[in-house]
């Protein structure tokens, strides 16, 4: 009993430093609710669409003018037309259009003699998704520019239909996009964005509810709440942000796949399972983090890093295969790598347990950060 009157005490304390202190509401709803609605406004229609791409068209020929119209009545590509490559790049690195594709003098001279032209293109990297699209769209056009110049010179050599397509493409290929037939980028972004902000939130609120207490020097009051037992307090400060991140965590898993109807192979319980699951490992980092470092403003930086890598490796924008060798068993440390073969597997027991693995992480702290409570001996500058 008097533990859970402890518990009590601290959540109280808790909730007075909330109501003190509106950081705390900004920095877990209202960041979750703005990412939430930026991620599936900005993807909504599913495939970006009209990505803006200069043309520079120094031929002028009636094939480069149906090349730029072709390229311009796909979905992905926008042609803005220039007059020279000089302010097509300053307008690339204007962020006013995402690639540059110069067209060459006597490009169409050189198909009629079959000279081979060269079309330049420039992308910027610095937009992933923009420019990454460009490329594919730009790199489509041009094969398919090509295959139309020769089926032309084939059709003027006497070839047969019949012939001329099984030349132009010997291997027919019958596409199957298994779990996102559309290409939503939506599907493909948010799944994990979503729960890769909710880990980046849960890690950096937590490591400053934590380092507040030193940071303010209040620890030995907290302390005192918790009848002498870090422990105690330590699971008092997290009972409010458990419910807290986990009643957002299944608000976001609904969304997903209830109201915006989201591919799930699995079931939406194991999913709520993941969230959950989700909150207590992302928990455990934040204590660990500053059971380590024991510094308000080190702590934090060292949690918005860990973070930000979580999102790249956790694998959904590049496999874990293709990764070098030194950074696959690295990608395994994240809540959020685990959370994501939750969702793309069937068999997620190992995951679940590793997910679980993540929980005894405070205790390796626990009796560092009782001293750093206690006795305040940490760096102050």
């Given amino acids: 009993m008097e533990f859970w009157k402890n518990i009590s005490s601290v959540v109280k304390r808790e909730l007075r ?30 495939v970006p669409s009209d990505v803006p791409i200069a043309v520079v068209d120094l031929d002028g020929s009636s094939t480069s003018r149906n090349y730029c119209r072709q390229l311009d009545a796909t979905q992905l590509g926008k042609v803005v037309h220039y007059d020279d490559f000089t302010s097509a790049r300053e307008a690339m690195q204007g962020g006013k259009v995402t690639s540059v594709c110069v067209i060459p003098e006597g490009f169409n001279r050189d198909l009629q003699s079959r ?9 910027n990297g610095l937009y992933f998704l923009g ?9 489509t056009m041009v094969n398919l520019c090509s295959g139309a110049v020769q089926r032309e010179v084939m059709r003027m050599q006497g070839v047969p239909d019949s012939q001329m397509y099984g030349l132009l493409r010997p291997v027919d290929v019958d596409v199957h996009q298994i779990g996102n037939a559309t290409m939503n980028y939506g599907a493909y972004l948010a799944n994990m964005m979503i729960p890769g902000m909710l880990q980046m939130v849960i890690i950096i609120v937590l490591v400053y509810s934590l380092g507040a207490e030193l940071k303010y020097g209040t620890s030995r009051h907290l302390l005192d709440v918790a009848g002498g037992d870090v422990f105690t307090a330590v699971t008092g400060k997290l009972a409010l942000y ?34 959950f699951l989700l909150v207590l490992a992302s928990e455990s980092v934040a204590v660990l983090i500053i059971g380590c ?3 308000c403003r080190f702590a934090l930086s060292i949690g918005a890093l860990y973070s930000v890598l979580g999102l790249s490796l956790t694998g959904f924008t590049l496999p874990v295969e293709a990764m070098p060798a030194g950074l696959r068993g690295l990608t395994y440390m ?14 997620v027991t190992g995951h679940v347990l590793a997910l679980l693995l993540f929980c ?15 006795y305040l001996d940490y760096a102050r500058n």
């Fill in 360 to 374: 005894f992480l405070p205790f390796l702290v626990m009796r560092r950060l009782e001293h750093a409570y206690r």
């Fill in 242 to 275: 458990t419910l807290l991140f986990t009643l957002i965590s299944w608000t976001e898993v609904i969304i997903l796949y209830k109201w915006m109807h989201f591919p799930l192979a699995g079931s939406l319980g194991t999913m709520l399972l993941a969230g």
């Fill in 115 to 123: 000279r081979q032209p060269q079309i330049s293109f420039y992308v």
């Fill in 17 to 46: 430093i909330w109501a003190r202190r509106p950081i705390y509401f900004l920095g877990t709803v209202a960041v979750m609710a703005f990412c939430t609605v930026f991620y599936l406004s900005f993807l909504r229609d599913g």
């Fill in 334 to 347: 994240y809540p959020l790598r685990h959370y994501y073969e939750i969702y793309v597997n069937v068999d």
């Fill in 131 to 139: 420019g990454s699209l460009a490329w594919k769209d730009l790199l």
């Fill in 293 to 295: 470092v024991p510094v």
